[in-house]
Nanobody, 122 residues
Framework: VQLQASGGGLVQAGGSLRISCAASGRTSQISMAWFRQAPGKEREFVAAIRWGNRATRYADSVKGRFTISRDNARNTVYLQMNSLKPEDTAVYYC?????????????????WGPGTLVTVSS
């Protein structure tokens, strides 16, 4: 599975941005997720969406502000980010694999994209 994220950029605090991740290769019944890594910090879970029932999971820090969705026909997952804060500034990475109950851990995902930078100015 190959992943390519896009849509990052610079946005003011309180603004919105949507980033995308296109998957190619063996994408059948694959679940997808977003993680992020801020400067000087460890990579952390943001959101995940399960294949099939499209169940979603969110980190507490983004719940109510971010929405993950997917278009199976396009093999693409989206992350709509609203009410952005400076602390949301990070490189956002998409990940893919079969669903795991440990979806919030990096080790649960075998496939990773190169990341896209989101910068939120105050």
């Amino acid at each position: 599975v190959q992943l390519q994220a896009s849509g990052g950029g610079l946005v003011q605090a309180g603004g919105s941005l949507r980033i995308s991740c296109a998957a190619s290769g063996r994408t059948s019944q694959i679940s997808m997720a977003w993680f992020r890594q801020a400067p000087g910090k460890e990579r952390e879970f943001v959101a995940a969406i399960r294949w099939g029932n499209r169940a979603t999971r969110y980190a507490d820090s983004v719940k109510g502000r971010f929405t993950i969705s997917r278009d199976n026909a396009r093999n693409t997952v989206y992350l709509q980010m609203n009410s952005l804060k400076p602390e949301d500034t990070a490189v956002y990475y998409c990940a893919a694999d079969q669903w795991s109950t440990a979806y919030y851990e990096q080790g649960a995902w075998d496939y990773w994209g190169p990341g896209t930078l989101v910068t939120v100015s105050s």
